[in-house]
């Protein structure tokens, strides 16, 4: 029998994948799944992450010839291709696909091809696409946009090319007729407050969005006092360090480390001329008789 004729499903459940692809010649993705002629595929509760296919089109899933995949709950984290086509649904020979997903997060996907890529989905025509509940976080890439070569059997609206990624995002101006409706606008007044006093104004989450943090530090200052994040002041202790728990180091006092070097710079030529002197007079009587020690006793 061939697989057309075969009408059965193959069921993935429950399943975890880290860290797959970033091989050099890699020939193709589908770095989950690459299905093909009649395959008929069912995921569920799957976790996948650091997926990197840098080589060539698609990276997640790659879709071709009559093939059917059902996605419900899918998670995946860290996903990056160097490609104009989705990195996570591409099709190849796509007649009679069927790509069905539901309850998919999809989190730092990144494309760094210099054309204009497509960071979700890849589709070319005869294609039966259907999506719900796709949330995508932290995710773009340079000039990132979604299209459709197929506009007689499908239609995109809304947004076409838009770029997110760290915590800023850019949006196309939107072009087109609007009709005015009903409390479409409200107006809230926002008042910037100091900082009090117990709290220190300074950007820690993001180098571009500053808030108020009270000081905190892992470990106690000892004597000292926690002024910022894991900082601490010993100015008013005896102690030094990060957590004000490490004695001075005593310094050295350069002009007496300069006398004593010349104190014993000199003793070292006094011996050295004494040690030559008594070299060249070692036949003088007093040189050669030593030094005589008497000894006296007495009784008593």
């Known amino acids: 029998m061939t697989s057309e004729e075969i009408e059965s ?69 860290k996903m990056k291709g160097n490609s104009i086509d989705g990195l996570f649904f591409f099709t190849l020979n796509s007649m009679g696909i069927v790509f069905d997903a539901y309850n998919v997060t999809l989190n730092d996907l990144y494309q760094i091809n210099g054309r ?17 509940k796709i949330k995508v976080t932290n995710s773009g890439g340079v000039n990132s946009s979604v299209w459709i ?21 850019e949006f196309p101006p939107v072009k087109g007729q609007f009709s005015y409706f009903k409390n479409s606008t409200i107006d809230i007044e926002v008042e910037i407050k100091d900082c009090n006093k117990n709290y220190i104004y300074q950007s820690i989450d993001s180098n571009r969005l500053k808030s108020c943090y009270e000081p905190r530090c892992e470990k106690s200052c000892g004597q000292g006092q926690c002024v910022n994040i894991n900082t ?18 005593f310094e050295r006092k350069k002009f007496l480390d300069l006398i004593i070097q010349i104190i014993t710079a000199i003793l070292l030529v006094l011996t050295v001329l004494l040690m030559i002197l008594t070299f060249l007079y070692r036949n003088n009587p007093k040189i050669k008789g030593g030094v005589r020690i008497s000894i006296w006793f007495y009784s008593c």
């Open 232 to 249: 601490c002041d010993c100015t008013k202790t005896l102690y030094t360090g990060m957590f004000c728990n490490e004695n001075y180091k």
């Open 149 to 169: 070569d197929d506009d007689y059997n499908a239609e995109l609206i809304g947004h076409l090319q838009s770029y997110c990624w760290g915590d800023a995002c």
């Open 116 to 132: 204009e890529p497509a960071v979700l989905f890849w589709s070319e025509n005869k294609v039966k696409l259907t999506a719900e």
């Open 9 to 77: 499903t193959a069921k993935f459940k429950n399943i975890r994948q880290i860290d797959t692809g970033n091989i050099k010649g890699m020939k193709q993705g589908g770095l989950i799944m690459n299905l093909e002629k009649f395959a008929n595929v069912m995921i569920e509760d799957y976790y996948a992450e650091n997926l990197i296919n840098m080589e060539h089109a698609g990276c997640a899933f790659i879709l071709s010839d009559y093939a059917k995949l059902f996605i419900r709950n899918m998670e995946i984290n």
